[in-house]
């Protein structure tokens, strides 16, 4: 092999390398789902099995533990409700079958109870819990969870969604300032 060639060969092979840098610098990898959901640490792959989205993530949280003020807060992925929670806390322990099948804004459909916190409610689209948890603001703190993009005829989520609260809901009651 000549110089010339060998020096076209490096150049050759020093333009491919670097085109294939700049290339896989510039292919980003979808968003991962958030580590923290609502101020609550939880394992991505727990929300991964409610969530089909690739897109760009963002928070809507209206939420004061600190305050113990019933609030909202809403998952978006790609300006889209995929999650939607509400934090309540309440002096009475409340129905969780009659919230789930009110309609209210903590309706889910097709309710049924299990066996987890004090109470708990999973349905199709949601689920809610409660358990005790004396603060200023009342005796009982209940969490809702809605998944508005699951269709209603779609009962393939229910054991992820039972999943998902099982784990979400007591981490949430450890970062309120319960009594």
């Known amino acids: 092999m000549n110089e010339y060639t060998r020096r ?14 700049v290339t896989s610098c510039t292919q980003s990898s979808p968003p991962t789902v958030p580590e923290k959901i609502c101020g609550t640490a939880v394992a991505p792959a727990l929300t991964e099995t409610l969530v089909d989205s690739d ?5 809507y949280n209206r939420v004061d533990r600190g305050e113990a003020i019933s ?21 009475d322990k409340p129905d969780l079958m009659y919230l789930a099948r009110s309609g209210s804004v903590a309706g889910i459909n097709d309710p049924q109870r299990i ?44 054991k992820d969604i039972e999943t998902f609260m099982r784990a979400y809901f007591p981490a949430t009651v450890k970062t309120l300032q319960c009594e």
Request: glycine share 4%; proline share 2%; charged share 25%.
């Open 8 to 21: 076209h060969s490096a150049r050759a092979i020093l333009a491919w390398s670097i085109s294939l840098f």
């Open 115 to 158: 066996n987890a916190a004090e109470d708990s409610v999973i349905g199709i689209d949601g689920a809610l819990s409660t358990t005790s948890c004396k603060t200023k603001k009342g005796e009982y703190f209940t969490l809702t969870l809605q998944i508005p993009q699951i269709q209603l005829t779609d009962n393939s989520h229910r």
């Open 71 to 91: 609030a909202p807060c809403v998952l978006l992925s790609d300006n889209e409700r995929v999650l939607e929670f509400r934090f309540w806390w309440t002096e």
């Open 55 to 59: 897109g760009e993530w963002d928070e």
